[in-house]
């Protein structure tokens, strides 16, 4: 599992203080970014291969509001590939109540095509993300 650890700022709020939805899609991207990171793969020398992996599906699911001021963590993982899909879990908690889950699912495209096998050049960093929870 790959922690992020955040604060919600004034930028990540609407006018109540409460932190705004969009503020959740951004933070579960760069929990993404940064676990390939931690594997091994940085997302520009992913791209520099030619390889996109765009959002085909999110689903998030609030339980609790965050406020300005809030610390929260992003515990994120990744599945095995399911088809053509790369399907990601998270949640964001604070302190010890998770406020919000998040599925999202993506697809592995080189030059606009849907890959169906991670191209061999990934393989062991997707392997390391599924098989060590990264």
């Known amino acids: 599992m790959w922690t992020l650890t955040k604060r919600v700022l004034p930028q990540h709020t609407d006018y109540a203080g409460v932190m705004w939805h969009g503020a959740y899609v951004q933070w579960l ?8 990171q931690a594997a091994g793969l940085g997302y520009a020398a992913m791209t520099a291969m030619g390889v996109d992996m765009p959002v085909v599906s999110l689903q998030l699911e609030y ?63 997707m392997q390391k993300l599924v098989r060590h929870g990264l």
């Open 29 to 36: 991207e760069e929990a993404r970014v940064e676990a390939l």
């Open 63 to 125: 339980r609790h509001s965050l406020r300005h001021g809030d610390e929260v963590f992003v515990e994120s993982r990744c599945s095995a590939q399911k088809g053509v899909r790369w399907p990601w879990a998270s949640c964001f908690i604070r302190g010890d109540t998770v406020v919000a889950e998040a599925t999202v699912q993506l697809v592995m495209l080189r030059q606009g095509r849907v890959l169906r096998r991670v191209p061999s050049e990934l393989q062991l960093v």
